[in-house]
């Protein structure tokens, strides 16, 4: 954190850029906007403009004045442009499959782009260069046709979300973990070079030596430096299948300590995929995410064993060992041998064998299944922390048993660790400061009647973190003040505010997530 002095100049600073925008959110857009090449790509009309106003969070209504759909680089770059020279600029935001939470997509009467609109009819936006082993990816696509693509050559990426279909500039833009994420870094660690189009319409190529400083900062930069147009992404070979395991725990200590075990650094033949999940007693039957792996009596005998123990649920360890049909008999023995080094419940374990298509895509079929009941565009007041290891059992006995140990708790609580060593911390996305630190995930979906407790907890886990001292760091970070996000970034603070001003000095982009306006 920035001293006193520091943090009242950046505030009084902060403040004098504002008033440079405040013009921004009270003007209609400007009349000459529509006498460019691109006004045929811009629209106005009710439908366009309700299909960007919300996003999966369903928690905010921010509607622009307009909708651009571009069908190249060059359109997105002349509506920066031309927003950049106007005597009256106006927001604009780059909108993927609009799976953020809180608005981040949004431009309050601006412009928002559609980022989809960019590879409708064109087949050359993801480009596998089989000998060098990347991907040349437009920022629009999605993951899920990128593992399509890629797997025509046997290659992969290496480090996914849980969810893949969401878009590659969405993703990059804020991180992008998983269970792979111990192993191969997040997202944003396996990228090589980006195209981005700054807050003044420059489309500038950059990667780790050419244009670094861009680079590293769009990177989790949540799309405050500039909006990717392509990623070229590393590739590795793809396996074929993947046992699918889950480890039943009673308690969080022993769930803890498996856990690290399993992404040492030393343990090269563990699993390849480790997340963890605190399944609440509620939840135990019904839940989305489970309800195509556990049978029913699966679920008797685990809601049983959280009553014998006294426990509002079970901790479970979920665990993936990637494989070639040629190595099987080999990863079957050495998967038997790692068993026996855990230390789950006796009898709780539980395995699939699936194509490695199908564990990638495991969300999916969950979503068809919410959409098809609608539950799907619902509220989803989500909080997202990164809590360093050091804490965690502190988290645990405060949140997981304190706050959300009422029973009334329905949705998705994850519990998972990461290796610092896997991150770039020149990058954007925050992270704490010890080697391991956990994320945790509190992934609910809301009624209009519900939501103000759900969000009320969220809260209240947050002042229990500070209260207890605990340094966490917000994934997909959401703060409603300067002081806030000053103490997010911490340190970084200063240079995040100077790529800021070198790439956007207008405060064009991205809006919605309330950094700078």
Known sequence: MASKTAYLFSLIYMQFLLLQTLTISTISLPQDLFSLKIASKIRTDEQSILSVSTDYGNLT???????????????????????YTSSNPFFISP??????????????????INMRSLGYGRSNRINVSEVNRYVDVGGEQLWIDLLHETLKYKLAPRSWTDYIHLTVGGTLSVGGISGQT????????????????????????????????LFLAVLGGMGQFGVITRARIALSKAPEKVHWIRLI????????????????????KGFDYVEGSFLVQQGLIGSWRSSE???????DRMSQLATDHGLGGVYYIEGVVYYTEDIAAKVNQELELLLEELNYVPGYV????????????????GELKLREIGGWEVPHPWLNLFVPKSRIL???AGVIKGVLNNNSVSGIII???????????????????EEIFYTFGLLRSATRDNLQYLEEQNKKILEICKSAGIKYKQYLPHYTTTKGWMEHFGAKWDNFLDMKLKYDPKLILSPGSTIFS
């Open 249 to 268: 725990y009673t308690d969080a200590i022993t769930f803890t300590r498996d856990q690290e075990r399993l992404i040492s650094t030393k343990n090269r």
């Open 95 to 112: 909108r993927g499959n609009g799976h953020s939470i809180n608005g981040q997509a949004s431009a309050l009467d601006g412009v928002v």
């Open 293 to 299: 792996y556990f049978t029913d009596t699966d679920y």
């Open 394 to 396: 502190d988290f645990d």
């Open 350 to 365: 539980f395995m699939q064998n699936v194509s490695y298509v199908e564990f990638l895509d495991r969300v999916h079929d």
């Open 182 to 213: 111990f192993r191969y870094g997040p997202q944003i660690s396996n990228v090589l070079e980006l195209d981005v189009i700054t807050g003044t319409g420059k489309i500038i190529t950059c990667s780790k030596d050419q244009n670094s400083d």
């Open 61 to 83: 209504m921010l509607s622009p004045a307009a909708v651009l759909y571009p069908s190249s680089a060059y359109d997105i770059s002349s509506l920066i442009n031309f927003s």
């Open 415 to 433: 519990i998972y660790p990461m290796n610092r060593n896997k991150w770039d911390d020149k990058m954007s996305t925050m992270i704490p400061d």
